[in-house]
């Protein structure tokens, strides 16, 4: 089984880019990570550097999907995010969103902190999500919003949770694997992304999509009318489960 994995990530309208996304391979599965670092937080793109890299290197060390695994990796980003901000007596607050799929023997698991997202694909169809951590969220949860009005809410950027808040981190990670099959595909992508191209339009691209550089590339196409002169950043990776292929792309 194949992963082909495409990235893309621009600073839109912005001076410099926050967000940032990667990923590694094992020899049985992989780690991706997508991390937004808080606009209006200076240090953000340190935070969300310093994030991924962390969780990258802490699953390579031992990649699994048991119970432990993603608290730890998400434990290890957050500490070390707080030791920036001790360390170096610094104004700035290192603090970051933070989306991650893990893969491995063709199974997956995933959790996250914040608005960064994950969708989840079979056959085009979105399958689950994540739940923002956000304001909003709650709204939503309570009745007094749909799904659909997070997008352009006045207040869709206030948090609940974020790497590098000094407070108990609360990761939402799901409970059980998930068995892979060839017609399965998943999209991590911040806020700067999700908020211009919808569901409806994800599942439409990826139908229509034979490659997931092709369904980034789709999606970017909706996106860029949309947004004003100085949008946010936005990342997005895309990842299709396949017999075989190449293993990356990136745009």
Not at 194 to 218: D, G, N, S
Request: with cysteine; glycine share 6%; hydrophobic share 35%.
């Amino acid at each position: 089984m194949k992963m082909i994995t495409a990235l893309l990530s621009n600073q839109g309208g912005r001076k410099n880019n926050e967000d940032f996304a990667d990923y590694c391979l094992t020899e049985t599965g992989g780690c991706w990570v997508v991390a937004d670092g808080l606009g209006g937080h200076k240090g953000g793109e340190t935070a969300s550097k310093t994030a991924a890299h962390t969780i990258l290197s802490t699953f390579k060390k031992n990649p699994s999907l048991s119970n432990e695994s993603l608290p730890n990796c998400i434990n290890e980003a957050h500490h070390n995010l707080l030791k920036l901000q001790q360390n170096q007596h610094s104004p700035f607050s290192f603090r970051t969103t933070i989306t991650i799929l893990t893969i491995e023997n063709e199974k997956a698991r995933w959790g996250h902190i914040g608005d960064s997202r994950l969708y989840h694909f079979k056959n085009s169809i979105i399958q689950s999500q994540t739940k923002d951590h956000s304001l909003c969220q709650t709204l939503v949860n309570i009745g007094e919003i749909n799904q659909e009005e997070i997008r352009f809410h006045e207040d869709r950027s206030r948090l609940l949770q974020a790497l590098g808040m000094e407070k108990q981190l609360k990761p939402s990670i799901i409970t059980d694997s998930v068995s892979l099959h060839n017609d399965d595909a998943f999209l991590l992508c911040t806020d700067g992304f999700w908020e211009y191209v919808t569901e409806k339009e994800m599942e439409h691209t990826l139908l229509k999509a034979k490659t997931p550089q092709q369904w980034l590339t789709f999606m970017q196409d909706i996106l860029l009318p949309r947004v004003s002169k100085k949008h946010d950043n936005y990342t997005a990776i895309a990842i299709f489960i396949a017999e075989r292929g190449e293993e990356h792309v990136g745009i």
